[in-house]
Nanobody, 127 residues
Framework: QVQLVESGGGSVQAGGSLRLSCALS????????LGWFRQAPDKEREGIAA???????TYVDSVKGRFTVSQDNKKTTRFLEMDNLKPEDTAMYYC?????????????????????WGQGTQVSVSS
């Protein structure tokens, strides 16, 4: 089992920044991808970014150039740096862990390949 806990959400004005953290614990040795997802009211859960243990990153077009994923050296904490936030970024944000060693594009942004999920943290951006 793997446990994930997100933190860092909050309310900001458009153009502002937030940094989300995802702390992993448990049997993390079998985890290869850490994905970031978001879900706005009445919308489907959307994959926005992912990072592989080898440092490879993937982003959905809507956040490229504004969001950055990273991880600490021990890979026990992953981060999502969000800059130039827009009102349309308002959503509940989740991190999730996948045991798949390799996911061909766009698999790393698909919720179906992720087994373990955090509880979510709310991000609200006002205009």
């Amino acid at each position: 089992q793997v446990q994930l806990v997100e933190s860092g959400g909050g309310s900001v004005q458009a153009g502002g920044s937030l940094r989300l953290s995802c702390a992993l614990s448990g049997n993390i040795g079998g985890i290869y991808y850490l994905g970031w997802f978001r879900q706005a009211p009445d919308k489907e859960r959307e994959g926005i970014a992912a990072i592989h243990n080898d440092g490879t990153t993937t982003y959905v077009d809507s956040v490229k150039g504004r969001f950055t994923v990273s991880q600490d050296n021990k890979k026990t904490t992953r981060f999502l740096e969000m800059d130039n936030l827009k009102p349309e970024d308002t959503a509940m944000y989740y991190c999730a862990a996948s045991p798949w060693m390799y996911l061909e594009w766009p698999g790393s942004l698909s919720p179906r390949w992720y087994t373990y999920w955090g509880q979510g943290t709310q991000v609200s951006v006002s205009s």
